[in-house]
């Protein structure tokens, strides 16, 4: 491998892989390290019996950036929406929830008062201004806007689906009501998982000329007056840079560099507030309550999805559903025990285990590496490190109000248009998109 790059991309996920793209598009030498085996960092797919297992159930948001993002590059996203039609878990017991003018007659889950607080819940969710609410935490919100502890309850559920996230003292409420608005708008769950956005890029990256290197494992990011310098890899290999952009976590990114501890890395480092999940994902010969496709959990911090409802996931017509605990901050550390998802599993699917064919259980996986919460000291991250000079960051904890992939790709761009506004070592290049 040549070993000076204009620009080298650690990680090959979704945020690496889009800015390497646009990077080499725009006529730079670029190479993505990828410490894995394989590219797509949490957007990989793994196909077990000819079932394709993303990472915990994946939805793209047809509002969000990563969608925008993805089609303007040209990279096909088919797929389908979830059931229209959702059940609450409550008192261990499966119930519609009251969505519909009939489902709101006839629901057990609501006093009379509680009705009338759904459906002024979902007015002022339409005309809050998330921008208006500064850095009022989404309990404070909830508990000043909601009187009825069950309309509480469903609220939370739902801003847990669409943040992925179980954190409403500390979560910004104007965050997670844009983000709740913005799930509202429509998701999608993607024909063969979100590998094949990865794949995608991946060739959209080497046509464009970026060399891909996985199996690249980044131990330091060298600056030296100011400036970085050059790349150490694990198997001692040295990549000399103009620029460097980090996908990896705020953590890993704070060991990479010398003295980071006298740098903005270290606040990233020391205020992130990730979020984490427990998931079981399975793939079942048949589903034994084929009825309860979308499950949120009201009581327990839980959500159930059928994703080959709609969704092409497996090559036979078997069933593939997801499991996910959000965890709380206490369990952060030491993830959920599989037989409690197993027992959450038998109330949704009862009989669910003489299904089994394949299943993928993740004790705890990073969902986003922070979130926007109310112990950040400023609520916009990167693109620029600003004490070292030609040092990016990208991925779904550098937001500027972004959440999850939506984040990933957004911190990407605005990467890229950073380093392109330097001009360092840009020379204009015919692009090739296969
Ligand atoms: C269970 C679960 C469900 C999710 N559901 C959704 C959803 O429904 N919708 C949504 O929008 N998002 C969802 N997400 C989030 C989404 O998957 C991530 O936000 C996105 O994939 C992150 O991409 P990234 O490139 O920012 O980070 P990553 O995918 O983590 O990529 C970073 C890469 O950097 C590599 N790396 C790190 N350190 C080094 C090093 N030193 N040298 C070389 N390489 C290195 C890592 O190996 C990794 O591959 C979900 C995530 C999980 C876990």
Redesign the pocket.
């Known amino acids: 491998m040549n070993n000076h790059f204009d620009t080298a991309v650690?990680?090959?996920?979704?945020?690496?892989l889009i800015a390497a793209t646009k990077l080499a598009q725009a006529g730079q030498k670029v190479v993505v390290?990828?410490?894995?085996g394989r590219l797509?960092?949490?957007?990989m797919t793994n196909k077990k019996n000819g079932a394709f297992f993303n990472?915990?159930?994946?939805?793209?948001?047809l509002a969000?950036e990563?969608y925008a993002v993805l089609q303007e590059m040209g990279i096909a996203m088919e797929g389908a929406p979830p059931s229209a039609k959702v059940h609450a878990l409550w008192n261990s017991e499966v119930e519609l929830m009251p969505a519909t003018p009939l489902t709101m007659m006839t629901t057990k889950l609501l006093s009379w008062s509680g009705k009338i607080g759904l459906v002024r819940l979902f007015a002022k969710l339409n005309s809050a201004n998330p921008d208006a609410l500064g850095r009022m935490s989404l309990r404070a919100w909830a508990e000043a806007e909601i009187e009825d502890p069950m309309v509480r309850h469903m609220l939370y559920a739902l801003c847990r689906t669409a943040t992925?996230a179980h954190d409403p003292d500390c979560q910004l409420a104007g965050s997670v009501l844009r983000q709740v608005k913005r799930s509202l708008k429509g998701v999608r769950y993607l024909h063969g998982g979100?590998q094949t956005i990865v794949d995608q890029l991946e060739q959209h990256a080497r046509a464009a000329g970026a060399v891909i290197r996985s199996g690249?494992?980044?131990?330091a990011i060298v600056h030296h007056e100011g400036a970085v310098q050059k790349l150490l890899l694990a198997d001692g290999a040295e990549i000399g840079v103009s620029h460097v952009v980090s996908?990896?976590?705020p953590s890993?990114l704070a060991k990479?560099v010398q003295g980071a501890e006298h740098t903005t890395l270290h606040r990233w480092k020391e205020e992130a507030r990730p979020s984490i999940?427990s998931?079981l994902d399975l793939n079942l010969r048949k589903l034994p309550a084929p009825g309860s496709n979308v499950v949120l959990g009201l009581d327990q911090p839980y959500f159930f999805s059928h994703h080959t409802l709609n969704a092409k996931l497996t090559e036979d017509g078997t069933y593939l559903v997801h499991l996910?605990r959000y965890l709380s901050e206490s369990e952060r550390a030491q993830g959920i025990e599989e037989s409690s998802l197993a027992q959450v599993m038998s109330i949704l699917q009862p009989g669910w285990e003489k299904e089994v064919i394949a299943k993928q259980y993740?004790p705890r996986?990073?969902?986003?590496h922070d979130t926007l919460h109310t112990g950040r000291s400023e609520l916009h991250t990167g693109p620029g490190v600003p004490e070292i000079r030609g040092l990016y960051v990208?991925?779904?904890w550098v937001t500027h109000g972004e959440m999850?992939?939506?984040?990933?790709a957004a911190s990407a761009v605005r990467a890229v248009n950073a380093i392109l506004q330097t001009g360092v070592s840009q020379r204009p290049r015919v692009v090739h998109v296969s």
């Open positions: 650690i990680g090959g996920g979704l945020a690496g390290l990828e410490k894995a797509g960092g949490r957007a990472l915990g159930g994946h939805a793209i948001y969000g990563a992925y979100w690249g494992d980044v131990k996908t990896a976590p890993e990479l999940a998931c996910v993740l996986i990073a969902v986003v990208a991925g779904d999850l992939a939506d984040a990933s």
